[in-house]
């Protein structure tokens, strides 16, 4: 076995070019020549985990297996690699210091000076090394948040120059930049990617790899120029044109070399290049499909990484059942009684959002009911399911108030109740039920179908309230079945009213195991009635 492997993945010029993209492909397609990878994140900000911020902030936060609250870029590479991600994965600044001061407080340093270099950045190359946790991996990919010149990255890279002239020939640095168009002088422009390189270079790293990302194709004139101002080969400047889907980007990635460019630089026979079928065969899929089928997300983040894994999930089970998911964002603050029909007309299914707080959830009421009584498809996920057992509970049950404690403390009617152990926690970050838990399938239930008759199935968790067994009975005769429960704590997981055409809220997240060759099949399932 050959010994383990580093690349390196910065980006320059702006952010949001796609880092994560580019780190999920190169993954993906050492993966299919037969390596063992992993990738990483590493971001610059100072929270211990984006767990506690707000979505408008950064976007959605995913869940990992050991139910640690990372980056959505650790979404991307599960879906490309299907390789689960863990706590490992999902390095912040603010998590680098808590070690290091809480090493400093127990004594450990005795007593040096603590400091960036080389405290600081010795934990992070412990961290970017994966020291002890013995994997057995052949290539360990880490992504570098932010744009090269951050003040904030500074030590990222300090760990990095350091760790490539430690490793040598096993460690690789792709730089990942943009060049953009000038329409007025028609041409396209690279010294912001010359200028980016440069800074790097001032940094000590000099980039083996460049990914370009642009909007229109790169001439060979331009490669070759940005290949000798930035003292890379020309065959390690690849482009990265916008693609119709970001699932093409390995495609066109390994149309380019750029595995195999990796495999040169770190001194590995490259061999032949990998067929790729179940990928190809999916994206044949996802070129034919050509029906679409509207699905409203009903939900309170007016921005399109808010609920990335569900989008990613819904648009995955449309091309799996050939159809183009067309998701409409639906402002659940925006609901009334009196617009709901207009509001969800048009749409073959609702998808119920997850979410926090009392912001927007009377419209999610208001959409589970007129779903529930118009017969629509309805998948309501975390919060969404939660809103449709109190939709319930008032409108079936006839408890006028009920709610969950969450927004009512003093609910007469809790029928969404915090989990006991829940209680008594004052520290906000990192203290939800999270990770994966074992739920136990009703048979013959929709789920249980759905799940190709699986009894035990094992789902990903973020939530503080939970369903209150008090009512489990009522529900039950009322029509509303707890089909899903978690054996060892007895916690109500799924809920299904068998009687509507597709009406399930799941307490898990199916979203973050939903990936590119496994779609998730409650979202199948879900797909599949909305078709109908
Ligand atoms: N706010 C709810 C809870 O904490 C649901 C959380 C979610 O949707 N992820 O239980």
């Known amino acids: ?116 270099v080389p405290h600081i950045t010795d934990e992070i190359k412990r961290r970017m090394l994966r020291e002890g946790l013995d994997e057995g991996l052949d290539f360990v990919i880490t992504e570098v948040g932010g744009t090269i010149g951050d003040i904030e990255s500074a030590p990222f890279m300090e760990a990095i120059r350091q760790l490539r002239w430690q490793l040598g020939r096993d460690a690789v640095c792709v730089h990942l930049t943009y060049v953009p168009y000038l329409k007025a002088a028609d041409e396209l422009k690279t010294k912001p990617t010359q200028h980016s390189v440069k800074e790097l270079q001032g940094m000590g790293i000099q980039p083996d790899i460049l990914v370009l990302r642009t909007e229109r194709h790169l001439d060979d004139h331009v490669r070759m120029r940005v290949a000798s101002f930035c003292n890379v080969d020309l065959e390690c400047v690849v482009q990265s044109e916008d693609m119709t889907s970001i699932y093409e980007v390995p495609v066109n990635m390994q149309k380019q070399g750029l595995d195999a460019a990796i495999m040169r630089k770190i001194g590995i026979p490259v061999g032949e290049t990998p067929t790729m079928k179940p990928w190809h065969d999916f994206l044949d899929k996802q070129r034919n499909a050509k029906h679409e089928v509207h699905i409203g997300l009903v939900g309170k983040y007016d921005l399109q990484d808010a609920y990335k894994s569900i989008r990613e999930s819904l648009n995955l089970a ?15 603050e925006e609901i009334s009684r009196e617009n709901v029909a207009e509001k969800l007309d048009g749409m073959a299914g609702i998808i119920i959002c997850p979410g926090f707080g009392q912001r927007g ?46 927004m009512d403390e003093q609910t007469p009617h809790n029928i969404i109740d915090i989990m006991e152990e829940q209680k008594n ?19 013959g239930s929709r789920v249980y179908e759905a799940y190709g008759d699986e009894v035990l199935i094992s789902e990903r968790h973020r939530h503080r ?19 899903g429960i978690n054996p060892a704590a007895n916690l109500v997981e799924i809920v299904e009213i068998p009687e509507k055409r597709w009406y399930v809220g799941t307490q898990f997240h199916p979203e973050y195991s939903s990936t590119v060759l496994h779609p998730h099949p409650l979202f199948m399932s879900f797909i599949r009635a909305c078709i109908e």
């Open 425 to 443: 926690i004052t520290q906000m970050g990192g203290t939800m039920r999270l990770g994966a838990y074992e739920c136990e399938l009703r048979k």
């Open 465 to 483: 309230y939970e369903f209150n067994n008090a009512y489990k009975e009522e529900c039950e005769s009322r029509g509303m079945k707890c089909v």
């Open 318 to 332: 449309g091309i799996y059942n050939d159809v183009k998911a067309r998701l409409h964002f639906i402002n659940s």
């Open 1 to 116: 076995m050959m010994n383990t492997k580093y690349i390196f993945v910065t980006g320059g010029v702006v952010s949001s070019l796609g880092k994560g993209i580019i780190s999920a492909s190169i993954g993906k397609l050492l993966q299919a020549r037969g390596f063992k990878v992993t990738i990483q994140k590493f971001d610059p900000y100072i929270n211990i985990d984006p767990g506690t911020l707000n979505p408008y902030e950064h976007g959605e936060c995913y869940v990992t297996e050991d139910g640690f609250e990372t980056d959505l870029d650790l979404g991307h590479y599960e879906r490309f690699t299907g390789i689960h991600t863990t706590r490992n994965n999902s390095i912040t600044t603010g998590r680098i210091y808590k070690t290091v001061i809480d090493r400093e407080r127990h004594g450990d340093y005795l007593g040096k000076t603590i400091q960036v």
């Open 361 to 406: 959830i009377e419209g999610k009421i208001l959409a589970a009911e007129y779903t529930r009584t118009n017969e629509i498809p309805t998948f309501g996920i975390c919060l969404g399911m939660q809103m449709m057992v109190i939709e319930f509970a008032r409108n079936v049950l006839g408890y006028e108030d009920a709610n969950s404690r969450e």
